[in-house]
């Protein structure tokens, strides 16, 4: 059994931030409509709503709910059936839950690895890498992986500079 020395899954959170915060308020603004036309009497909801039965406002709550939920589900499931793993051997990717692909490169067969990183993922210490063997199209690209710096430093020979844009 060789020694694992970084294992991470995509941060969906970190990869997309303000994505992610938009779909929150809009859970939020979903869960404020369901409270509002449980509560509110009718009277106080005619200007916010115009007109529009309690039940109607609930009824638009939950659907936003629901919708923000799904959006999140879409995005963070499918994550955490990926899954980067270096070993003293190499690299080994895992995808997939019912269907699963895996790649699998030995150390020496990794020419180069390149770290992209925005402003904004270089702040929040997330990055995509992509992996050479022996071509010029990367063998392997996987995004939002946490501290990608760190598996430039464990596969030798390979340059610590992430490129930022």
């Known amino acids: 059994m060789s020694d694992l020395f970084y294992e991470a899954h995509p ?29 509110a009497a009718p009277g106080v909801l005619e200007g916010l709503t115009g007109g529009m039965h309690p039940d109607t406002v609930q009824s638009i ?39 699963r692909q895996v790649v699998t490169m030995d150390r020496e067969d990794v020419r180069d690895l390149r770290v992209h990183q925005t402003r904004l993922q270089r702040l929040l210490d997330v990055g995509d890498i992509s992996v050479y063997t022996d071509s010029d199209k990367p063998a392997l690209v996987v995004r939002g992986l946490p501290c990608p710096e760190r598996i430039l430093s464990l596969i030798p020979g390979q340059a610590t500079t992430p490129a930022a844009t």
Not at 11 to 24: E, G, T, Y
């Open 11 to 39: 941060q969906i959170f970190r990869m997309r931030p303000l994505s992610s915060l938009s779909v929150f308020v809009i859970m939020f603004a979903g869960l404020l409509f369901v409270g509002a036309g449980r509560v």
């Open 61 to 99: 709550g939950i659907l936003l709910f629901f919708l923000g939920a799904a959006r999140l589900y879409v995005w963070y499931a499918p994550a955490r059936f990926e899954v980067i793993l270096v070993t003293e051997e190499g690299l080994s990717w895992r995808q997939g839950f019912m269907n």
